[in-house]
């Protein structure tokens, strides 16, 4: 089992520029979580994505958007990017079982480093 | 609002013990984690603790929660040069609502 993979593993833009960055979530996994972790802080939490669909946002604006696809994998997309958006993007996948409060462990994967100049 | 705070870093030689603090806001996090976070690298789930549980023991590692003063800590023993790294603490709810509230990290530095 590769567990979560990303990709690509680095990545450099200019302002105003678009990205898109993947994710394969670990086999058996259903959910997927991005985080955005700028240097010198912890990870913050974007979206989570379940069965293709938005299930829960943090505090980001509408610039970052994802996508879930039928094999699980996902997508972070983000616009207009900002010097602000330089970052490590984590994606975590696990699997929704159990009750509301079920134990879910999250893996992460390795991370993207995104570099806006 | 939810917020989590770690002391920004501690240094300890090899062998002796260490210890991280945390401290959170969200009373309503059902489980809290320790992450750890090595140079360029994910972040790997080192143990968590289930909010109505005092301490967890796993090997070297021992969690202790206070949910009174909201204090979490992970005690590390006989601690190793391998174990430098940053390490996180984070609050979660558990089930379909597993969005994890990280807090700004602790790196700890071994010297041998």
């Known amino acids: 089992d590769a567990g979560v993979t990303q990709s690509p593993t680095h990545l450099i833009k200019t302002r105003g520029q678009q990205v898109t960055l993947r994710c394969s979530p670990k086999?058996?996994?259903?959910?997927v979580s991005w985080y955005q972790q700028a240097l010198g802080q912890g990870p913050q939490f974007i979206f989570q994505?379940?069965?293709?669909?938005?299930?829960q946002r943090g505090n980001f604006p509408d610039r970052f958007s994802g996508h879930q696809f039928p094999n699980y994998s996902s997508e972070l997309n983000v616009n207009a990017l900002l010097l602000g958006d330089s970052a490590l993007y984590l994606c975590?996948?696990?699997?929704?079982?159990?009750?509301?409060?079920?134990?879910?462990?999250?893996?992460f994967g390795p991370g993207t480093r995104l570099t806006v100049l | 609002g939810e917020d989590v705070e770690q002391s920004l870093f501690l240094s300890v030689r090899e062998g002796d013990s260490s210890v991280i603090n945390c401290t959170y806001t969200?009373?309503?996090?059902?489980?809290l984690y320790w992450y750890k976070q090595e140079p360029g690298a994910g972040l790997q789930l080192l143990t968590y603790?289930?909010?109505?549980?005092d301490m967890k023991q796993d090997q070297r590692l021992t969690v202790l929660l206070n949910k009174k003063d909201k204090h979490l800590s992970l005690r590390i023993a006989d601690t190793q040069t391998g174990d430098s790294a940053i390490y996180f603490c984070?609050?979660?709810?558990?089930?379909?609502?597993?969005?994890?509230?990280f807090g700004t990290g602790t790196l700890l530095a071994v010297q041998p």
């Open positions: 603790i289930f909010s109505n549980m």
């Open positions: 086999s058996g996994h259903d959910t």
């Open positions: 969200d009373s309503s996090s059902t489980y």
């Open positions: 994505y379940y069965e293709e669909e938005e299930r």
């Open positions: 975590a996948s696990s699997h929704l079982a159990g009750g509301p409060s079920s134990y879910n462990e999250q893996f």
């Open positions: 984070a609050g979660g709810r558990g089930g379909a609502t597993n969005k994890l509230i």
